[in-house]
């Protein structure tokens, strides 16, 4: 147990260390969720004539109906980022030389995915503290009640990009399915609007956005930003999580996964 923990402490602090040299990482993931904050709060609230979002008509504007979502983009940029690292440590070849230690594959890759959910956690309390300044704030024991949905949520989300990372040789094709994933899934959620609108206007959009695991991790943080438990939305995040992880691993195995098969 105590090697276990050993690894587990010596990938985080790696991980640690690498994003507070990477000062320009965190300022993107602060900067870009206030942005789209303040062109779809002022945009969409004027274009769909919104000012109040239901079923939450008591409590939640639009701005504040949009905070989970950011929250969500902004693990999952940060999934991706940390997945692009581990091709970089593949190219390097330390990623092989960890891979081949005597712990298990399965725990040195859930201590990867646990360091960018840490980093993911600072990014994302970073973002509600300056939400918050803006006057755009939550209910205050949802700051506290969110933190194991976010902790679920990143783990889902950075399995996502751990799960990419292994069928990927080469840096330079990351950037591309970094674009072809983040865009497609928070645009195809209910990150900006809810499904109810979404059915309104389209059903195969609808059936697509309740197919999209991202919507489940936004679903998640949202209602336990309010302190509340959606269990669906709980349970298909977990199974996301889940399948991800198994997917991950395969791509990983040295005697089956693509990385072998392709190198």
């Given at each position: 147990m105590t090697a276990y923990l050993i690894a587990l402490s010596a990938i985080v602090q790696r991980e640690s260390l690498r994003f507070v040299h990477q000062r320009g990482r965190f300022l993107s993931?602060?900067?870009?969720?206030?942005?789209?904050?303040?062109?779809?709060?002022?945009?969409?609230?004027?274009?769909?004539?919104?000012?109040?979002?239901?079923?939450?008509?008591?409590?939640?504007?639009?701005?504040?109906?949009?905070?989970?979502?950011?929250?969500?983009?902004?693990?999952?940029?940060?999934?991706?980022?940390?997945?692009?690292?581990?091709?970089?440590?593949?190219?390097?070849?330390?990623?092989?030389?960890?891979?081949?230690?005597?712990?298990?594959?399965?725990?040195?890759?859930?201590?990867?995915?646990?360091?960018?959910?840490?980093?993911?956690?600072?990014?994302?309390y970073a973002f509600l503290a300056v939400a918050a300044v803006a006057g755009i704030?939550?209910?205050?024991?949802?700051?506290?009640?969110?933190?194991?949905?976010?902790?679920?949520?990143?783990?889902?989300?950075?399995?996502?990009?751990?799960?990419?990372?292994?069928?990927?040789r080469q840096l330079e094709n990351f950037a591309g399915v970094m674009n072809f994933v983040i865009f497609p899934a928070f645009f195809l959620s209910s990150a900006l609007y809810p499904l109810g609108k979404m059915a309104e206007s389209s059903h195969l959009l609808y059936r697509i956005c309740t197919s999209n695991p991202f919507t489940y991790a936004v679903e998640t943080i949202r209602f336990a930003l309010y302190g509340q438990i959606n269990g669906a939305a709980l349970g298909w995040t977990m199974l996301a999580l889940g399948l991800f992880m198994l997917l991950a691993l395969w791509g990983y195995d040295p005697a089956r996964g693509l990385i072998t098969r392709r190198g």
């Open positions: 993931a602060l900067v870009r969720p206030l942005v789209w904050l303040l062109i779809f709060a002022v945009g969409f609230r004027s274009a769909l004539g919104l000012s109040i979002i239901p079923p939450y008509e008591t409590y939640i504007t639009y701005e504040t109906y949009i905070v989970p979502g950011l929250c969500a983009m902004v693990q999952l940029f940060n999934g991706m980022q940390s997945s692009l690292s581990l091709v970089y440590d593949r190219e390097m070849g330390s990623m092989r030389l960890l891979l081949t230690s005597p712990l298990p594959r399965w725990w040195l890759l859930t201590s990867k995915l646990l360091a960018g959910t840490a980093v993911s956690l600072l990014q994302v704030t939550m209910p205050w024991q949802g700051y506290l009640l969110v933190l194991p949905a976010l902790v679920l949520t990143g783990m889902m989300l950075g399995a996502v990009g751990l799960a990419l990372s292994s069928t990927i």
